[in-house]
């Protein structure tokens, strides 16, 4: 069975730079694509990026100065950095697996298997 | 803003079937996927590929697609399925990906 590990601070000054980390067990990294994805309190899901196990990486462009994800085949784990944070950055944090397919012409991405989420707060 | 357009409440009576709809350009090329989201829960897949279904998801969850629609279709609808419900797809410009603003379903 996949499961997702999400590992970060809870805690993040203003002006800091926020890091995640998300643990793969029950499969290898080195298979499907890896998402990372938030939700302020309150509000909707937003997509923050995705990277496949070559490193190739994908971001929202609303965040794509302040974010990066990497990924270490090694520790079957990816990493999320943003940085710059302000209190507009406090939400759960999610990671998720994401599959990538296609039929007849149209794409469609899913994400199947979720990790628990873990909150981040940005307070001085 | 989002560029997945979704309706921010619906209610169904108990039993009875409701459509949750997910408008935008990006649905005329790529398919919509759905996923549940309870209170204090992460969000859980539901409908992928058009009309796919994960294991374990109840064959009342259906989706199809026509032009910038997608929609998902939960007929004879129960109270477990009171949820938020997000749409998914790769945006018009890249390879990215956006979510909808989410639909709270209310079942009476």
Redesign the interface.
């Known amino acids: 069975q996949v499961q997702l590990q999400e590992s970060g601070p809870g805690l993040v000054k203003p002006s800091e730079t926020l890091s995640l980390t998300c643990t793969v067990s029950g499969a290898s990294i080195s298979s499907y694509y890896w ?1 990372c ?1 938030r939700q302020p309190p309150e509000k ?4 923050i990026g ?1 990277i496949h196990h070559s490193g190739s990486a ?4 609303s965040l794509k100065s302040r974010v990066s994800i990497s990924i270490d085949t090694l520790k079957n784990q990816f990493s999320l950095m943003l940085h710059s944070v302000t209190a507009a950055d406090t939400a759960v944090y ?1 990671c998720a697996r994401l ?1 990538v ?1 296609g ?1 007849g ?8 298997v ?4 873990t909150t981040v707060t940005v307070s001085s | 803003s989002s560029e997945l357009t979704q309706d921010p409440a619906v209610s169904v009576a108990l039993g009875q079937t409701v459509r949750i709809t997910c408008q935008g350009d990006s649905l005329r090329n790529h398919y919509a996927t759905w996923y549940q989201q309870k209170p204090g829960q992460a969000p859980l897949l539901v409908i992928y590929a058009k009309n796919n279904r994960p294991s374990g998801i109840p064959d009342r969850f259906s989706g199809s697609s026509s032009g910038n629609t997608a929609s998902l279709t939960i007929t004879g609808a129960q109270a477990e399925d009171e949820a938020d419900y997000y749409c998914n797809s790769r945006d018009s410009s890249g390879n990215h990906l956006v979510f909808g603003g989410g639909t709270k379903l209310t079942v009476l």
């Open positions: 998402s994805i909707g899901l937003e997509w995705y994908y971001y929202n462009p999610y599959g397919g039929i012409g149209y794409y469609y991405y899913y994400m199947d979720w990790g628990k989420g």
